[in-house]
């Protein structure tokens, strides 16, 4: 998500849309759609070429130093809540699990979030060997979209998924429903993979049962990955990156400043990504009408988006295969500031320094300030000296 600038805006342009990082060997064949978006959080996309199907959404998980414990074991449990509902229609009081006419549904919008959800999964392998679901009718339909998506990738995850539809796992307290999370805690300990196929065992319950066995709070959609090894430990979170927080559990924080958080690094990331694409019309969405740059030339102080996108062009050139790293992201009140590693092969003029052939690596920082929902000045600082020494020595 958040990559950086300096001069690196230049290195920007081609290097942020493929924000890389460091893989081990393992971590290489789960994908090579993840991108490193902050110190903690990682991101997936639509693997290329896995389907015809255009999913703009990311699969978003945290923290990013889990990644191969989360994503390479077969014997951890995915803890889900059902997919976002239509929250105008509120269960009537003692409503059977079974009776759709008289409970809170998926919504529309809540069905095509779950087919990208399972599209996303399944492009990048990440599909469970069982499926337990409860029996209320959003937790079905969120299984029913969820398969949707992983046909788009291949149709046989879900003809062949061994699916079990467990009266323990359904809403808890309710009529029908679970009286305590004794046997969904004694089910998730109890797991140590399938000995017959590859993947975690996905559980689809709700909001209440798992803030009751876990003590975290989560979106609709969203799933805990849990470690029956370590006493059912919580080793993070997978959910789209569009998740938002429902009326029904999130009310109380709604207006919260870590929800402004995420505006605001996925703004500044959408703001790379037109840096990387030169897509001026992305940028005209993102950018204030005043908005200058500070500090991306060495010779000019302050750019407008024009001048900053030529010095972007001049210098990109220079660097061959370049990436940048995330070290580390904050964002406090109206200020974002990003600070990482640029690296590339010098194979082009950089300052008038024709190319070496050498891989070079250097800092940089950006700040960016925001006001009223747009960036309006962006301050880019790179360690141009560490730069030049490493082409000129």
């Known amino acids: 998500m958040m990559r950086i600038a300096t001069w690196m805006a230049a290195a920007f342009a081609a290097l942020l849309p493929c924000l890389a990082f460091a893989q081990s060997a393992d971590s290489k064949s789960l994908t090579e759609t993840i991108r490193q978006v902050s110190r903690h959080i990682g991101e997936m996309a639509v693997a290329v070429g896995s389907t015809d199907v255009e999913v703009e959404d990311k699969l978003r998980f945290e923290p990013y130093q889990q990644l191969e414990d989360m994503f390479l074991r077969d014997d951890v449990i995915f803890l889900m809540r059902h997919g976002p509902t239509d929250w105008s229609k509120l269960d009537q009081k003692n409503v059977a699990p079974t009776d759709c006419e008289n409970q809170r549904i998926m919504s529309v919008d809540g069905a095509e979030h779950m087919r990208d959800l399972g599209t996303l999964m399944a492009s990048n392998e990440i599909t469970p060997s069982q499926i337990v679901v409860s029996e209320w009718c959003r937790n079905q339909q969120t299984l029913t979209h969820l398969f949707e998506g992983f046909d788009r990738v291949d149709p046989k995850i879900a003809t ?5 539809t467990d009266a323990s796992v359904n809403l808890l307290l309710s009529l029908q429903g679970a009286k305590n999370v004794s046997n969904l805690r004694d089910r998730i300990s109890a797991w140590d993979g399938d000995p017959d196929r590859k993947g975690p065992l996905l559980i689809i319950t709700h909001y209440t049962n798992i803030e009751e066995l876990t003590q975290f709070r989560v979106f609709e959609g969203e799933m805990l990955v ?10 993070g979170y997978v959910r789209l990156q569009s998740a938002q927080p429902d009326v029904g559990h999130f009310a109380d924080s709604l207006g919260s400043p870590l929800l402004a958080e995420n505006e605001a690094l996925d703004m500044v990331a959408r703001y790379y990504e037109a840096l990387s694409t030169g897509d001026l019309d992305q940028l005209g969405t993102i950018l204030s009408d005043r908005w200058v740059a500070n500090g991306a030339s060495p010779t000019d102080g302050v750019q407008d988006i024009e001048g ?3 010095e972007i062009r001049n210098i990109s050139d220079g660097l061959e295969n370049s990436r940048f790293n995330v070290d580390d992201v904050y964002v406090t009140e109206d200020v974002i500031t990003v600070i990482g590693t640029v690296y590339g092969r010098h ?6 320094i024709p190319a070496t052939g050498r891989e070079v690596s250097f800092g940089g920082i950006a700040v960016h300030r925001v006001k009223e929902g747009k960036i309006i000045e962006s301050w880019q600082m790179a360690d141009r000296l560490n730069l030049l020494q490493q082409i000129t020595e």
Do not use: A, C
């Open 226 to 235: 849990l470690d029956p090894k370590r006493d059912n430990q919580v080793l």
């Open 308 to 310: 900053f996108l030529n």
């Open 160 to 164: 062949e998924m061994p699916v079990e």
């Open 347 to 352: 194979t082009g003029e950089i300052y008038g």
